[in-house]
């Protein structure tokens, strides 16, 4: 496989080769082709015309909707809210040192204007928006802080890029840490991200009960999913790759009795995305009426297994980046037609209190991709009756209070568009009341509605290595516990991807996601899951083979005994962190007293504090002590533990304005990385564990 792949890239390096040679193609292959805002046009006749005559906005708005529309959105984060404590700190650090000196300086009209932003919906503070160019960061030295601390902390999981609107669907879901959560269409996964923080926020368990099953169809795109779930640290989270409008429902069991339905889902269906507009300029010159008549049809199959997906009580949220009526309020309402009364909309109007929200539409047109307005499915002509179907419809009368579903306008608060419906399942689809609920009979619905047998496939894709889970009789079990003191560990939620040889890493997962990897690794195909906690480390003067892992110390320090526990004070970790190793002479005499009978190796630094306490792996050597954490976790508990880390940054700012260095290229990093950098970069980061 991979000299094809070889192969195939040197073929086209040759073709391109000669090309260059011919002057066919001169092309710098290295050159950023990506067009610019400025040059990319930011109109489109038939998208003005199509959403005036669907009202979706009123007269007096439209000229603002359009022209707002047409500019660049503001940058939005949020900080993470799994850990309260840090939460917090991170919010005085954001507001109090950052945005402050960021206001401090000499501000030009554009940034006194777009000061940063609290958004008012969203829990505790936690999310910001605020207008960052590239400009910007290389003209300002404290925007340029800023940028560098919030790259930094994205890429630990404690604060996360995301856009404002995208925020909305998760708060909606209210993710609670017992709940079982599907993410069907995950990918690149900023709101998957936020329902694993949702799940431990408010856990007093270092590993909830609940899980998230994060979906999506497209297998380079799951890798974004792993590059999102891994910045978080999670024993909870399984990623699948399956088409969701057949996703099976999940086995808890070897025999198949006990199945797994959830509490709550996110259906983010995949969509036009004109809400996007904004982010996403080429979507102004693509944009035709067409694509959203298109997208209907696989928008509602996801809806629909997402609701036979879901619990009786469960709830769902469905929604776009689109504003497109056919792919919101015509699939919510086909949806709800066909549910008969067993599926409601819920009113989520006041649930994110300072949110400006527009009622759902419950009227609206149907067209053919050359505009040509249909008000009933009879006066459609057959050469569009395959395109255009007679679900799209709106409704003679409004049955199921579309006015409830969310519409969100760019104008209203300098945001993307969007649309968001919460539904609860109030009792079994009328399809599922007349048989057994049981995997094979969902099956045999989806046969008998769309007539196509399920074919029988096994899931293991040659990239993705089995997850072999590890019994008692393990050998490396006994070396790992002894050494760890691990008490009542349940060892059966460890595991491994190696079938052969030794093994190098060991992750973690909590008892659920353990029972549905076990059982449906031969019907869905599993990406990723588990939280890195022992790596193999042949050092010759440890005990043990294997030291801990920072990823996973959360989940699995409350079985680890006091052999490898050192307890350090805040000054001494700061010492620690500041420093990659340092003497064993430097610390406190009663530190030193305890490590005069400290075995070499892994071993857990404690700072205990009430209001705050501290847990790193360290590194114990025979004269040394360091913490076995990489250079942004460091820089992150510095921070924390209020040290300022200024002197570790590289000032770019100050680099590139004294030595008229280069100019930075590399743009506002806190942008999506490019999906082939990461799925390239994990395979590598997987192979070479
Ligand atoms: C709007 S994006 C989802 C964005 C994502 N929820 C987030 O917040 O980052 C839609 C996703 O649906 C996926 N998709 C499309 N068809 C699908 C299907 N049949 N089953 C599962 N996923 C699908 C696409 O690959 C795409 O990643």
New binding site residues.
Partial sequence: MGNRRHAGSNASFAKRRRKMKEGLDTKNPNEDNRSSYETTIRDNEKFVQYYKMQNICSEDEWNTFLEVLKTDLPTSFRITASCDVEAKILLKLVEGVFFTDLLKGELNDEQKNSKPFCLPWYPQRLGWQLKITRKDIRGSEAYYRLHNFLISETGNGNISR?ETV?MI?PLLLDIQPSDKVL??????????AQLIEALYSGSTSSVPDGLIMA????NA?CY?LVH?AKRLNSANVVITN????V?PVMNLDENGDSMLKFDKI?C????S?DGTLRKNADIWTKWSPGNANNLHG?QF??LKRGLELLNVGGRLVY???SFNPVENEAVVQRMMTEAQGSVVIINAHDKLPGLKIVNGLSKWIVVSKDLDVYKTFEEVPEKWNTQIRPQMFPPKEDLYNLDKCIRILPHHQDTGGFFVTLMEKIKPLPWETCVKQTDEVVDEVKVNNYKRKPKKRRYQGYKEDPFIFLTVDDPVWPEIRDFYELNNFPIECLLTRCSVGKKKNIYYTSTSVRDIVKNNQDRVKIINTGVKTFVRCDNKSMECNFRLAQEGLAGISSFIGQKRRLQLTRTELITVLKNPTIPVTSLDQATKDILDNFGVGSCILDMVDKDFPIELVGWKGFSTLKAYVNGECRLHYLRLLGVDVSEFDVNKFKKENNEDGPEDKSGICLDEVPEVQVKEELIQSEKSE
């Fill in positions: 995301q995208s669907p993410d069907m269409c995950a990918a690149p996964g900023s709101k998957t979906n999506d169809v497209h795109r974004m999102q399956h088409d969701a409008t996703l996110l983010d269906a995949p969509c995305g696989i199959r996801i929604s776009t980046c």
